[in-house]
Each structure stands twice: as structure tokens, then as C-alpha cells.
């Protein structure tokens, strides 16, 4: 099975500031793999996903990035964070056809 | 409309009835279903999933699936207290790589 990891696990940050938010997979290999954000009473609202290394897909425009620079490593980024941006980040790793591992999470407060 | 929608609650059972709840999805090509727990400031936890019509039963929790009617259900018998979390319900869209819709969630509180 797999281990899905993400750091930091709590994150306060000024509005303005930037952000870096880091998720590694263990115990596969090529999973899809997604950034989800869920804000406070909310449910989760899916921001990014890949399916391989370089290939990302946005599905809401925003000031939030995503890269995918390793196979298993999955990196949500953004130059200058908004209040809005406050959540629990979560990233996901599927495997077919239906398999899901969710992460541990971020919680991001901008302040 | 919203893709997926769940009454938000909070839903309160008493210890060890039938907690009951629903998700209605828009999204007529949606191929798989899913419910989740989540407890407050953790991560949602897979419980059930369901792909065809029909009821699927696993322990206490049975989902249900009517797509003529866009429908998913998950009832939870002899509720218990260690059940009282948020429930999320999740859509599966067509088109593949597994892309989810998740509905806002439903609170359950089981009082003992």
C-alpha cells in the first residue's frame, strides 16, 4: 500500500507571503496525483491534479501553482498568498481504477 | 446548482439507531461513488463505494446508488458514538483519472 506524506503540517503565513506545500508517495510508482483544499465547514474542492511528472491540469484559476518535478513528488506553490487561500490542503494518490490515499494535510491560516 | 450536494446538518441519532444520509449529483455520466468520514482536523477516511444500482452493504454501513434519480445514500445502523464525524459524499466524473466531486458534507452526532 502506499504512504502519502505532506510537510509542513500546520502553516501560518502573512497575506502577501509566499507558500510552498510538498507531497511525497511511497510505495508506487506513476500514481495520479491531486491537491485538494477544503476551507473551514466546506468540502473539498479539487485544484490540481497529474498524471506524470511535468503534467499538471488546473481546474480552478487562481493565484495557486502546482508542479511536479518527481515521479512521486507533488509541490503546490504560490508567489503571494490571499486570505482566501486559508484551508486544509490535501493531496491524493489514486491508483486505477479507483484506489485512494489521502495525505495527512496541511492547515494553511493567512493571516 | 451544485455538482454534489449533501444537507449539511448537523444530523443527530440517538446511540445505536439508523443514521440515514443523502447526496444528489448533476453530473448524469458519473461513473463511481464514495462516501468518506472525516473527523474534525483529520484526513477523510474511505468507507463505502458503490459503481452500480443498487444497495451494497459492508458491516454496519449500507450506500445505496439510484442514478435514474442521481441519488447515494449511506445508512449507518446501531450508530455509535465514535461515528459522530463529518460525512463526505464523492462523485467520480466521467472522463477518467479519477477526478472527484466532493459534496460540502453532512455532521452526524450520535448521543448516547
Known amino acids: 500500500s502506499q504512504t502519502i506524506h505532506q510537510w509542513p503540517a500546520t502553516l501560518v503565513q502573512p497575506v502577501g507571503s509566499p507558500l510552498s506545500l510538498e507531497c511525497t508517495v511511497e510505495g508506487t510508482s506513476n500514481p495520479n496525483l491531486y491537491w485538494y483544499r477544503q476551507a473551514a465547514g466546506r468540502g473539498l474542492q479539487l485544484l490540481f491534479y497529474s498524471v506524470g511528472i511535468g503534467q499538471i491540469s488546473s481546474e480552478v484559476p487562481q493565484n495557486l501553482s502546482a508542479s511536479r518535478p518527481q515521479d512521486r513528488q507533488f509541490i503546490l506553490s504560490s508567489k503571494k498568498l490571499l486570505l482566501s487561500d486559508s484551508g486544509f490542503y490535501l493531496c491524493?494518490?489514486?491508483?486505477?481504477?479507483?484506489?485512494?490515499?489521502f495525505g495527512p494535510g496541511t492547515r494553511l491560516t493567512v493571516l | 446548482q451544485k455538482e454534489v450536494e449533501q444537507n449539511s446538518g448537523p444530523l443527530s441519532v440517538p446511540e445505536g439507531a439508523i443514521a440515514s444520509l443523502n447526496c444528489t449529483y448533476s453530473d448524469r455520466g458519473s461513473q463511481s461513488f464514495f462516501w468518506y468520514r472525516q473527523y474534525s482536523g483529520k484526513s477523510p477516511e474511505l468507507i463505502m463505494s458503490?459503481?452500480?444500482?443498487g444497495d451494497k452493504e459492508d458491516g454496519r454501513f449500507t450506500a445505496q446508488l439510484n442514478k435514474a434519480s442521481q441519488y447515494v445514500s449511506l445508512l449507518i445502523r446501531d450508530s455509535q458514538p465514535s461515528d459522530s464525524a463529518t460525512y463526505l459524499c464523492?462523485?467520480?466524473?466521467?472522463?477518467?483519472?479519477?477526478?472527484?466531486?466532493f459534496g460540502a458534507g453532512t455532521r452526524l452526532a450520535v448521543h448516547p
Open positions: 458503490i459503481y452500480s444500482n
Open positions: 464523492a462523485v467520480g466524473r466521467s472522463g477518467g483519472y479519477n477526478k472527484l466531486i
Open positions: 491524493v494518490s489514486t491508483l486505477p481504477p479507483d484506489t485512494q490515499y
